[in-house]
Protein backbone atom coordinates (compact mmCIF):
# COMPACT_ATOMS: atom_id res chain seq x y z
CA UNK A 1 0.00 0.00 0.00
CA UNK A 2 3.01 2.58 0.63
CA UNK A 3 4.22 1.44 -2.72
CA UNK A 4 0.79 1.98 -4.59
CA UNK A 5 0.08 5.46 -2.73
CA UNK A 6 3.59 7.23 -3.36
CA UNK A 7 3.41 5.69 -6.92
CA UNK A 8 0.13 6.95 -7.53
CA UNK A 9 1.55 10.52 -6.24
CA UNK A 10 4.33 10.48 -8.59
CA UNK A 11 1.92 9.24 -11.52
CA UNK A 12 -0.20 12.40 -10.74
CA UNK A 13 3.21 14.96 -10.54
CA UNK A 14 4.10 14.03 -13.69
CA UNK A 15 1.14 13.42 -15.32
CA UNK A 16 -0.13 16.98 -14.49
CA UNK A 17 2.50 18.74 -16.86
CA UNK A 18 2.25 16.19 -19.10
CA UNK A 19 -1.47 17.95 -19.10
CA UNK A 20 -0.18 21.59 -19.57
CA UNK A 21 2.50 19.95 -22.23
CA UNK A 22 -0.21 18.51 -24.11
CA UNK A 23 -2.68 21.29 -23.81
CA UNK A 24 -0.15 23.75 -25.99
CA UNK A 25 -0.72 21.22 -28.42
CA UNK A 26 -4.40 21.27 -27.89
CA UNK A 27 -5.20 24.83 -28.64
CA UNK A 28 -3.41 24.42 -31.67
CA UNK A 29 -5.09 21.74 -32.97
CA UNK A 30 -8.48 22.96 -32.42
CA UNK A 31 -8.29 26.33 -33.89
CA UNK A 32 -5.93 25.25 -37.13
CA UNK A 33 -6.52 21.44 -36.90
CA UNK A 34 -3.07 21.09 -37.47
CA UNK A 35 0.00 19.56 -34.99
CA UNK A 36 2.48 21.99 -34.14
CA UNK A 37 6.10 20.10 -33.96
CA UNK A 38 7.83 23.54 -32.83
CA UNK A 39 5.94 23.09 -29.54
CA UNK A 40 8.54 20.53 -28.14
CA UNK A 41 11.59 23.22 -29.34
CA UNK A 42 9.84 26.10 -27.39
CA UNK A 43 9.59 23.40 -24.30
CA UNK A 44 13.07 23.55 -24.09
CA UNK A 45 13.71 27.79 -24.59
CA UNK A 46 11.19 28.07 -21.47
CA UNK A 47 13.49 26.22 -19.54
CA UNK A 48 16.18 27.81 -21.20
CA UNK A 49 14.75 30.92 -20.48
CA UNK A 50 14.18 30.32 -16.81
CA UNK A 51 17.59 29.02 -16.11
CA UNK A 52 18.98 32.77 -17.62
CA UNK A 53 16.91 34.54 -15.66
CA UNK A 54 17.54 33.05 -12.50
CA UNK A 55 21.23 34.23 -13.01
CA UNK A 56 22.92 31.08 -13.97
CA UNK A 57 25.84 31.00 -16.41
CA UNK A 58 26.21 28.80 -19.57
CA UNK A 59 29.64 26.88 -19.81
CA UNK A 60 30.57 25.06 -22.47
CA UNK A 61 31.40 25.60 -26.13
CA UNK A 62 28.08 28.19 -27.21
CA UNK A 63 28.41 31.68 -27.88
CA UNK A 64 27.31 32.71 -24.57
CA UNK A 65 29.39 30.03 -23.08
CA UNK A 66 30.32 31.71 -19.26
CA UNK A 67 27.62 34.80 -19.74
CA UNK A 68 24.72 34.97 -17.45
CA UNK A 69 21.91 37.67 -16.86
CA UNK A 70 23.01 40.63 -14.69
CA UNK A 71 19.91 40.07 -12.27
CA UNK A 72 19.61 37.30 -10.81
CA UNK A 73 15.63 36.97 -10.20
CA UNK A 74 13.46 34.58 -7.94
CA UNK A 75 12.47 31.33 -9.26
CA UNK A 76 8.43 31.99 -9.51
CA UNK A 77 9.39 35.39 -11.17
CA UNK A 78 11.78 33.71 -13.83
CA UNK A 79 9.34 31.45 -14.87
CA UNK A 80 6.80 33.64 -15.12
CA UNK A 81 8.96 35.32 -17.51
CA UNK A 82 10.96 32.47 -19.27
CA UNK A 83 7.42 31.52 -19.78
CA UNK A 84 5.83 34.77 -21.60
CA UNK A 85 9.23 34.73 -23.49
CA UNK A 86 8.64 31.18 -24.32
CA UNK A 87 4.70 32.53 -26.05
CA UNK A 88 6.42 35.08 -27.55
CA UNK A 89 8.84 33.01 -29.70
CA UNK A 90 5.48 30.97 -30.64
CA UNK A 91 4.24 34.12 -31.50
CA UNK A 92 6.66 34.45 -34.03
CA UNK A 93 6.60 30.86 -35.12
CA UNK A 94 3.35 31.39 -36.05
CA UNK A 95 3.75 34.69 -38.33
CA UNK A 96 6.96 33.24 -39.92
CA UNK A 97 5.76 29.11 -40.36
CA UNK A 98 2.15 29.28 -40.45
CA UNK A 99 0.53 32.34 -41.41
CA UNK A 100 2.03 32.74 -44.67
CA UNK A 101 0.67 29.21 -45.73
CA UNK A 102 -2.47 29.66 -44.28
CA UNK A 103 -3.00 33.28 -46.41
CA UNK A 104 -2.27 31.04 -49.84
CA UNK A 105 -5.02 28.41 -48.24
CA UNK A 106 -1.92 25.65 -48.36
CA UNK A 107 -2.15 21.97 -47.57
CA UNK A 108 -2.24 21.48 -43.52
CA UNK A 109 0.69 18.84 -44.50
CA UNK A 110 2.87 21.84 -45.49
CA UNK A 111 2.04 23.35 -42.21
CA UNK A 112 2.90 20.31 -40.11
CA UNK A 113 6.14 19.91 -42.18
CA UNK A 114 6.79 23.62 -41.87
CA UNK A 115 6.89 23.57 -37.95
CA UNK A 116 8.88 20.70 -37.95
CA UNK A 117 11.02 22.25 -39.86
CA UNK A 118 10.86 25.28 -37.31
CA UNK A 119 11.85 22.81 -34.66
CA UNK A 120 15.01 21.84 -35.85
CA UNK A 121 15.87 25.53 -36.48
CA UNK A 122 15.51 26.27 -32.34
CA UNK A 123 17.30 23.18 -31.56
CA UNK A 124 20.33 23.64 -33.60
CA UNK A 125 20.13 27.50 -32.66
CA UNK A 126 20.36 26.73 -28.97
CA UNK A 127 23.42 24.64 -29.45
CA UNK A 128 25.29 26.69 -31.33
CA UNK A 129 24.33 29.69 -29.20
CA UNK A 130 24.68 28.03 -25.64
CA UNK A 131 26.42 24.52 -25.98
CA UNK A 132 24.96 20.70 -26.03
CA UNK A 133 25.67 20.20 -22.00
CA UNK A 134 23.24 19.65 -19.19
CA UNK A 135 22.24 22.34 -16.85
CA UNK A 136 20.62 22.35 -13.34
CA UNK A 137 18.87 25.44 -11.99
CA UNK A 138 20.79 27.00 -8.64
CA UNK A 139 17.80 28.05 -7.51
CA UNK A 140 15.11 25.55 -6.53
CA UNK A 141 11.38 25.69 -7.20
CA UNK A 142 10.74 24.71 -3.84
CA UNK A 143 13.07 27.57 -2.18
CA UNK A 144 13.79 26.49 2.05
CA UNK A 145 11.59 23.89 2.03
CA UNK A 146 12.40 20.62 2.84
CA UNK A 147 13.67 18.01 0.11
CA UNK A 148 10.92 15.78 1.10
CA UNK A 149 7.61 15.35 2.78
CA UNK A 150 6.70 12.21 4.31
CA UNK A 151 2.89 11.67 3.49
CA UNK A 152 2.90 7.99 6.13
CA UNK A 153 4.07 6.94 9.20
CA UNK A 154 7.35 6.77 11.04
CA UNK A 155 6.95 3.15 10.49
CA UNK A 156 5.53 3.03 7.35
CA UNK A 157 7.37 6.09 5.34
CA UNK A 158 5.79 7.81 2.09
CA UNK A 159 8.19 10.04 0.99
CA UNK A 160 7.54 12.14 -2.08
CA UNK A 161 9.95 15.06 -3.08
CA UNK A 162 8.54 18.47 -2.54
CA UNK A 163 9.69 20.05 -5.99
CA UNK A 164 6.82 16.82 -7.49
CA UNK A 165 4.23 18.65 -4.76
CA UNK A 166 4.62 21.65 -5.84
CA UNK A 167 4.94 20.83 -9.56
CA UNK A 168 1.80 19.54 -9.20
CA UNK A 169 0.35 22.16 -7.29
CA UNK A 170 1.70 24.88 -9.64
CA UNK A 171 0.38 22.38 -12.61
CA UNK A 172 -3.57 22.42 -11.09
CA UNK A 173 -3.12 26.36 -10.65
CA UNK A 174 -2.50 26.25 -14.14
CA UNK A 175 -4.92 24.17 -15.33
CA UNK A 176 -7.85 25.90 -13.49
CA UNK A 177 -6.82 29.05 -14.56
CA UNK A 178 -6.88 27.91 -18.48
CA UNK A 179 -10.69 26.33 -17.67
CA UNK A 180 -11.91 29.19 -16.50
CA UNK A 181 -10.62 31.45 -19.30
CA UNK A 182 -11.99 28.94 -21.94
CA UNK A 183 -15.22 28.78 -20.43
CA UNK A 184 -16.08 31.62 -18.80
CA UNK A 185 -14.34 34.58 -20.27
CA UNK A 186 -15.03 36.13 -23.70
CA UNK A 187 -11.64 35.70 -24.86
CA UNK A 188 -12.59 31.73 -24.10
CA UNK A 189 -16.36 31.92 -25.74
CA UNK A 190 -14.39 33.56 -29.12
CA UNK A 191 -11.52 31.19 -28.75
CA UNK A 192 -14.59 28.82 -28.88
CA UNK A 193 -16.24 30.18 -31.84
CA UNK A 194 -13.13 30.23 -33.99
CA UNK A 195 -12.44 26.67 -33.19
CA UNK A 196 -16.08 25.88 -34.55
CA UNK A 197 -15.75 28.07 -37.29
CA UNK A 198 -13.28 30.52 -38.17
CA UNK A 199 -15.46 31.90 -41.28
CA UNK A 200 -18.23 32.24 -39.40
CA UNK A 201 -16.67 33.84 -36.42
CA UNK A 202 -14.96 36.59 -38.60
CA UNK A 203 -18.37 37.33 -40.32
CA UNK A 204 -19.64 37.61 -36.82
CA UNK A 205 -17.03 40.41 -35.93
CA UNK A 206 -14.22 38.34 -33.98
CA UNK A 207 -10.67 39.02 -35.49
CA UNK A 208 -9.91 35.61 -36.12
CA UNK A 209 -6.05 36.45 -37.21
CA UNK A 210 -5.40 37.84 -33.66
CA UNK A 211 -7.29 35.07 -31.65
CA UNK A 212 -4.83 32.41 -33.44
CA UNK A 213 -2.22 34.65 -32.52
CA UNK A 214 -3.58 34.36 -29.18
CA UNK A 215 -3.85 30.51 -29.24
CA UNK A 216 -0.08 30.70 -30.27
CA UNK A 217 1.00 32.73 -27.02
CA UNK A 218 -1.32 30.88 -24.95
CA UNK A 219 0.24 27.37 -26.34
CA UNK A 220 3.97 28.58 -25.89
CA UNK A 221 3.62 30.07 -22.68
CA UNK A 222 2.34 26.69 -21.28
CA UNK A 223 5.00 25.00 -22.96
CA UNK A 224 7.24 26.98 -21.06
CA UNK A 225 5.93 26.48 -17.97
CA UNK A 226 5.86 23.02 -18.43
CA UNK A 227 9.88 23.20 -19.73
CA UNK A 228 10.52 24.74 -16.42
CA UNK A 229 8.91 22.19 -14.36
CA UNK A 230 10.43 19.64 -15.20
CA UNK A 231 13.89 21.09 -15.35
CA UNK A 232 13.06 21.74 -11.84
CA UNK A 233 12.61 18.40 -10.99
CA UNK A 234 15.26 16.39 -13.19
CA UNK A 235 17.58 18.90 -15.34
CA UNK A 236 17.73 20.45 -18.44
CA UNK A 237 19.36 17.70 -20.55
CA UNK A 238 20.68 19.71 -23.77
CA UNK A 239 19.05 21.36 -26.79
CA UNK A 240 16.98 18.03 -27.50
CA UNK A 241 15.65 18.14 -24.14
CA UNK A 242 11.99 18.61 -25.42
CA UNK A 243 12.18 16.19 -28.17
CA UNK A 244 10.99 13.11 -26.10
CA UNK A 245 8.52 15.40 -24.01
CA UNK A 246 7.24 16.20 -28.13
CA UNK A 247 6.62 12.72 -28.73
CA UNK A 248 4.74 12.22 -25.29
CA UNK A 249 2.48 15.45 -25.93
CA UNK A 250 1.55 13.91 -29.45
CA UNK A 251 0.63 10.51 -27.26
CA UNK A 252 -1.28 12.45 -24.49
CA UNK A 253 -3.14 14.68 -26.95
CA UNK A 254 -4.41 11.58 -29.43
CA UNK A 255 -4.95 9.17 -25.89
CA UNK A 256 -7.00 11.62 -24.28
CA UNK A 257 -9.07 12.90 -27.96
CA UNK A 258 -7.68 15.32 -30.41
CA UNK A 259 -8.59 18.45 -29.94
CA UNK A 260 -10.35 17.99 -26.32
CA UNK A 261 -8.91 20.20 -23.54
CA UNK A 262 -10.20 18.07 -20.88
CA UNK A 263 -9.06 15.23 -22.89
CA UNK A 264 -5.94 16.46 -22.74
CA UNK A 265 -5.90 16.54 -18.95
CA UNK A 266 -7.14 12.98 -18.74
CA UNK A 267 -4.68 11.92 -20.79
CA UNK A 268 -1.78 12.97 -19.15
CA UNK A 269 -2.51 11.95 -15.38
CA UNK A 270 -3.46 8.72 -16.86
CA UNK A 271 0.31 8.27 -19.03
CA UNK A 272 1.78 9.86 -15.80
CA UNK A 273 0.38 7.35 -13.46
CA UNK A 274 1.06 4.32 -16.12
CA UNK A 275 4.35 5.31 -16.65
CA UNK A 276 4.65 5.91 -12.27
CA UNK A 277 3.62 1.82 -11.88
CA UNK A 278 6.63 0.85 -14.10
CA UNK A 279 8.46 -1.21 -12.02
CA UNK A 280 11.98 0.54 -11.20
CA UNK A 281 13.68 -2.66 -12.90
CA UNK A 282 11.93 -1.91 -15.59
CA UNK A 283 12.43 1.99 -16.32
CA UNK A 284 13.81 1.99 -19.12
CA UNK A 285 11.18 0.88 -20.96
CA UNK A 286 8.88 3.76 -19.79
CA UNK A 287 8.72 5.33 -22.46
CA UNK A 288 7.28 1.80 -24.23
CA UNK A 289 4.60 1.24 -21.65
CA UNK A 290 3.20 4.56 -22.33
CA UNK A 291 2.90 3.89 -26.19
CA UNK A 292 1.68 0.53 -25.71
CA UNK A 293 -1.25 1.92 -23.63
CA UNK A 294 -1.66 4.12 -26.25
CA UNK A 295 -2.06 1.59 -28.89
CA UNK A 296 -4.80 -0.61 -26.30
CA UNK A 297 -7.22 2.54 -25.95
CA UNK A 298 -6.95 3.37 -29.93
CA UNK A 299 -7.97 0.16 -30.72
CA UNK A 300 -10.89 -0.20 -28.14
CA UNK A 301 -11.79 3.79 -28.91
CA UNK A 302 -9.85 5.42 -31.59
CA UNK A 303 -11.36 8.91 -30.88
CA UNK A 304 -9.70 8.67 -27.94
CA UNK A 305 -10.87 8.62 -23.86
CA UNK A 306 -13.25 11.85 -24.17
CA UNK A 307 -13.07 12.08 -27.78
CA UNK A 308 -16.47 12.16 -29.78
CA UNK A 309 -16.55 10.68 -33.23
CA UNK A 310 -16.79 12.67 -36.12
CA UNK A 311 -18.80 12.35 -38.94
CA UNK A 312 -18.37 12.35 -42.51
CA UNK A 313 -20.58 14.00 -44.83
CA UNK A 314 -20.15 12.91 -48.12
Not at 137 to 164: H, M
Request: charge should be positive.
Amino acid sequence: MTQFIQNVLNGLSIGSVYAIFALGYTLVFSILGIINFAHGAIFTLGAYFTYLLTGAAFSGNGIFARSQFPVALPFIVALLVGAVLAGLVAVLVERLAFRPLRVRGADRLLSLVGSLGVAVVIVNLIQYFVGAENYSYAQRLTGDLPVAVNFGTEDAPIPIRTVQIVIFLVSGVILVALTLLINRTKIGKALRAVSEDATTASLLGINTDRFILFTFFLSGFLGGVAGTLVGSSVSIAGPYFGIAFGLKGLAVIVLGGLGDIPGAVVGGIVLGLAEAFVPGEFSAYKDAVAFALLFIVLLARPQGLLGRAVVQKV
